[in-house]
């Protein structure tokens, strides 16, 4: 186990992110309730040498900080943001049910669809119209130019590979997952290691253009 205040608080710092979703009034009501569940709470994330480590998060304010820290940067569509929120707002949740993170993950993911069919579904589209999360995922990798070193998640959790769930060298893949979680896949009972930092850190490189600096 890894001991949350080894990382705390200089690599996650609170965004006091307040917007659409994530409303202060959300966050009021949401602490209120966090205080009748004291923790702390365990969760899987991969660290520096430590791809299936786990972080302890002793309040939660630390986990809040943590959650809002993987807010998506100005620029990127607002329709993307916005459902980005909700995913973020369930994890946040999971403090009181911790079950509510695999509903935050699927939100995530569906995010992610959204932003890689924005982003790249004129090039993946085949010749029925249809646009698929795998070739867009690939295509990101193969013609777009993503390495595992131009995503923040790399280097801030030391080597931690991205690229290959991308394009299935690593079984199971993103789409795979993506299509696990929404058809009800029943042996899916803890988060996904890292997942929303590595989901916020795709739309931002597919978004890189236009986000604002």
């Known amino acids: 186990m890894i001991d949350s205040k080894w990382i705390w608080p200089k690599d996650w710092p609170s965004t006091g992110c307040t ?15 966090a205080d009748r569940m004291p923790g702390p709470m365990n969760v899987p994330w ?18 809040q900080a943590f959650i809002l820290s993987f807010g998506l940067q100005p620029g990127i569509p607002h ?5 980005f ?32 069919k924005d982003c790249y579904g004129l090039k993946v589209k085949d010749k029925g119209g249809k646009i698929s999360f795998h070739r ?24 931690c590979s991205v690229v290959a769930r991308l394009t299935g060298e690593t079984k199971p893949s993103l789409a795979d997952i993506r299509n696990e979680l929404a ?10 290691s890292g997942m929303l930092e590595m989901v916020r850190d795709l739309i931002e490189y597919g978004y890189r253009s236009v986000i604002a600096r």
């Open 183 to 192: 058809h009800g896949y029943p042996f899916d009972g803890l988060p996904w």
């Open 85 to 116: 929120e909700r995913a973020l707002k369930l994890h946040l949740l999971g403090w009181i049910d911790f079950d509510i993170i695999k509903a935050g993950e699927v939100v995530a993911l569906a995010t992610l669809e959204l932003a890689m």
């Open 136 to 159: 867009a995922l690939q295509y990101m990798v193969r013609q777009d130019g993503l390495r595992d070193d131009k995503l923040p998640m790399y280097h801030r959790r030391g080597g």
């Open 19 to 33: 917007s659409m979703n994530l409303t202060q009034n959300f966050l009021d009501a949401v602490a209120a309730a």
């Open 79 to 83: 329709v993307v943001a916005v459902k």
């Open 46 to 63: 991969p660290m520096p040498g430590r791809p299936d480590g786990i972080v302890e998060f002793t309040t939660f304010s630390e986990w």
